[in-house]
């Protein structure tokens, strides 16, 4: 899948999830958790192939995120070492430790102790970190080096003008992180060769069996289905749910309708 795939199918279940759920357990989000905890799912939703050596989240932080994706080689086919079935085959390295489920809880789990004990430091970091990545997937359509600027602007406006900022996402921001991830590793089964997702689950003598959707399902990442149908419709997903989903958008919206409508006239 493309980066703008991977970034905007995490950013629409990230506003669906921070819209919606807490409304269905009788809590009000505010708009600013909404669009932080969006924010930080389109960017998660990169972060797994931070295990290949020239994708997009390796290449992204120059030196710091290229030493992370050392680290996470070899870590990788360490676990994959140690936990393979005697149907397993390759290294492990790409598409192994990052790709899994219990890999995205894991590391949700630490974003989530770290922002209810760190607090506002965590969840700026997250989600400047998080929207950088995701930036840089859309490159096709923001092409340019200032995204880390914009990355840092954004992140900026989201704590200083958007009503709540970060601060209500604190303790369950890492539910951002692992629903990105899992979606990356979803994305990946329906183009790519599949991912680990179940380890370390044994499936026909496998631990790193390789889910996916059947062969003929499957279509070519950066093709014509993708380029014409999936990613058109992510992106228009994403922004109609960023205005139901976010408390307050939908008014925001309507408002600069009737100011548009009123300016019409005059204009003519
Ligand atoms: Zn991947």
Redesign the pocket.
Known sequence: MLGVSHATSGAALGLAVAGFVPTLIGMTPSAGSVLTFAGVAAGAALL??LD?PSSTATRRFSWASWLASKAIRPLSALVFDLTRGRRDTGKGTH?GLT?TAVGALFLGLAINLASAQWGTPVMLGTLFVCLALAIKGLDGLIPGPPSLVIAAGLTWAVQEYVPGGTDGTAGWLGAAVALGMVV??LG?AIT?SG?PLLWPLPIRGRLWYPVGSPRAMRFRAGGKVEMLLIAPLLTIATLVLAVYAIPGALDLALSLRDQAVRLLPQAG
């Open positions: 797994p192939d290949h598409r790709h990356h590793s990946d790519e991912a």
